[in-house]
Nanobody
Framework: QVQLVESGGGLVQAGGSLRLSCTAS????????????VGWFRQAPGKEREFVAT????????IYTDSVKGRFTISRDNVKNTIYLQMNSLRPEDTAVYYC?????????????????WGQGTQVTVSS
């Protein structure tokens, strides 16, 4: 089993920055998630969960939802089994609980159904 633990959330003013971390432990199919794609999703109050960003197992291919392009950067350190989401120029509409997720394969894509391990989430609140 794989466990994912997010950290780094908090309260920040609009225009500020936060860096989320997601640390993985455990194994899937006998391996760590260094061989799996990982992604970040978010869910705002009263809204459905939405895709934010994803990165493949090597860390050389990424996809972002349009609203965060140029502001957010996803990265990973496979030695530390940690995934990061650097969030700059934050806006009030970025307020949500942010979840990291590990994909079933080396690349998860933008759909949540492709991910089978999820963290508990970390709250990000951006004040105007």
């Amino acid at each position: 089993q794989v466990q994912l633990v997010e950290s780094g959330g908090g309260l920040v003013q609009a225009g500020g920055s936060l860096r989320l971390s997601c640390t993985a432990s455990g194994r899937t199919s006998g391996r760590t998630i260094s061989n799996n794609g990982v992604g970040w999703f978010r869910q705002a109050p009263g809204k459905e969960r939405e895709f934010v960003a994803t990165i493949n197992w090597k860390g050389d291919s990424t996809i972002y939802t349009d609203s965060v392009k140029g502001r957010f950067t996803i990265s990973r350190d496979n030695v530390k089994n940690t995934i990061y989401l650097q969030m700059n120029s934050l806006r009030p509409e970025d307020t949500a609980v942010y979840y990291c997720a590990a994909a079933r394969s080396s690349y998860g894509g933008i759909h949540g159904v492709n991910y089978n391990y999820w963290g508990q989430g970390t709250q990000v609140t951006v004040s105007s």
